[in-house]
């Protein structure tokens, strides 16, 4: 399987704050990482695929990047809406896994 | 409107098979555009990914669950369904049905069910 590994696993923040949250993968999966947004007892929600390809409807202060093994999201101007726990997914190869998540607090 | 709804008992009992179904409503199952994928996620912790179905029938499951997953389609009802054999309470989680495209990803997600395993 291969194994995604997420940092941080929390951060703070304040609005307005620029975030960075990165996943590496334990080898190779091209572009094909996605990420996706948690709030508590909801479903996640589908942020970005194919790497840095937002979906419809996402505002433009996400964007991702990256290649091959490691990749991040980023957020350029926290908002309150934010704050929640975001996850990258491979589907490089199956299974598919995630990330541990990273939970996104408020300072 | 695209949606994705799961059904099913909230409790099952150790050693039982759960059951559940999600239905499709704005899509249909048997256009072939899409998987059709269970995921799911343990009170406060992460996600995992079960497997998914095509409409075909054709099957892939996550070998985690070793042979206790079994996931079929109904193309007619627009439903697709997971079974899972032998419950036990590492198994109480929240369950996802979700569509995915094969390069644009897992969207969208159903509301998801709290499934509790408990005698």
């Known amino acids: 399987d291969i194994q995604m590994t997420q940092s941080p696993s929390s951060l703070s923040a304040s609005v307005g704050d620029r975030v960075t949250i990165t996943c590496r993968a334990s080898?190779?999966?091209?572009?094909?990482l996605g990420w996706y947004q948690q709030k508590p007892g909801k479903a996640p929600k589908h942020l970005i695929y194919?790497?840095?390809n937002l979906q419809s409807g996402v505002p433009p202060r996400f964007s991702g990047s990256g290649s091959g093994t490691e990749f991040t999201l980023t957020i350029s101007s926290l908002q309150p809406e934010d704050f929640a726990t975001y996850y990258c997914?491979?589907?490089?190869?199956?299974?598919?896994?995630f990330g541990g998540g990273t939970k996104v607090e408020i300072k | 409107q695209l949606q994705l709804q799961e059904s099913g008992p909230g409790l099952v009992k150790p050693s039982e098979t759960l059951s559940l179904t999600c239905t499709v409503s704005?899509?249909?199952?048997?256009?072939?555009?899409?998987?059709w994928d269970w995921i799911r996620q343990p009170p406060g912790r992460g996600l995992e990914w079960l497997g998914y179905?095509?409409?075909?029938?054709?099957?892939l499951y996550n070998p985690s669950l070793k042979s206790r997953v079994t996931m079929s389609v109904d193309t007619s009802k627009n439903q697709f369904s997971l079974k899972l054999s032998s419950m036990t309470a590492a198994d109480t989680a929240v369950y996802y049905c979700?569509?995915?495209?094969?390069?644009?990803?897992?969207?969208?997600w159903g509301q998801g069910i709290l499934v509790t395993v408990s005698s």
């Open positions: 979700v569509r995915r495209h094969n390069w644009r990803g897992l969207d969208p």
């Open positions: 704005g899509d249909s199952i048997s256009s072939g555009r899409h998987y």
């Open positions: 179905i095509y409409y075909s029938g054709s099957t």
């Open positions: 080898q190779g999966i091209r572009n094909d």
């Open positions: 194919a790497t840095s």
């Open positions: 997914l491979q589907h490089s190869a199956y299974p598919l896994t």
